[in-house]
C-alpha cells in the first residue's frame, strides 16, 4: 500500500504544517513516510505546497507527479494540481475560498468551508487542521486518536493552542461525515 497526498495552497495557510503532522502521525503508526516542502517565494503570498508519501514498504522516490489525494486550500492549487490525481483518490477542497469543483467524477469530492469552521472556532489560523482532520476522517489514511496526539506534539510547546486546535479536529470530522 501506498499514498500520496500533495497539499497545496497560499503561502501562510499552515500547509507545510498539516503535511509534517500527518508525516508525523504515519511514522506513528509504523508506516514509511517522505515529506517534502517547497520553500522559496511561496512563504510571502505565492502557492506553497508539500507532497506526503506513506507506505507500508520503501518509498523509492519521493517526487510524485501524479498523487492519489490532494488537498487544496485555494483555488490556483486547485486548478494546477487537480488533473493530476489519480483516479479513485480523493480532491478535498475549502470551499470557503474555492467557489468551483474539480470537474472529476472519478475521484471523492470533498467540499468543506475550512475558513468559515475556523472562525466559528475563534482563529482563522485553525482553517489547516479542519482541513487535515476532514481529510484524515474521510481518507482513514491513519487512525483520528493518532492524528490527535500528533497535533497535541506539535502545538506542546504553546499549549493555550491545543484546545483551539482539538476543536478544529472535532469539527473537521463533523464537517467530513456531511
Known sequence: MQSEIMFAGFGGQGILLIGKVLAHAAMEEGYEVAWVPSYGPEM????????????????GSPIIKNPLHLVAMNGPSLQKFAPTVKKGGII????????F????????????????IAKDLGSVKAANIVALSAFVSRSGIVPMETLKTCI???????????????????????????
Open 44 to 59: 510571502r503570498g505565492g502557492t506553497a505546497y508539500c507532497t506526503v508519501v506513506i507506505s507500508d514498504r520503501p518509498i
Open 92 to 99: 478535498f477542497i475549502n470551499s470557503s475560498l474555492i467557489a
Open 101 to 116: 469543483g474539480s470537474n472529476r467524477d472519478d475521484v471523492d469530492e470533498l467540499q468543506v468551508p475550512v475558513v468559515d
Open 152 to 178: 497535541k506534539e506539535e502545538f506542546s510547546k504553546k499549549p493555550k493552542l491545543i484546545p483551539l486546535n482539538m476543536a478544529a479536529v472535532a469539527a473537521g470530522e463533523k464537517a467530513a461525515r456531511k
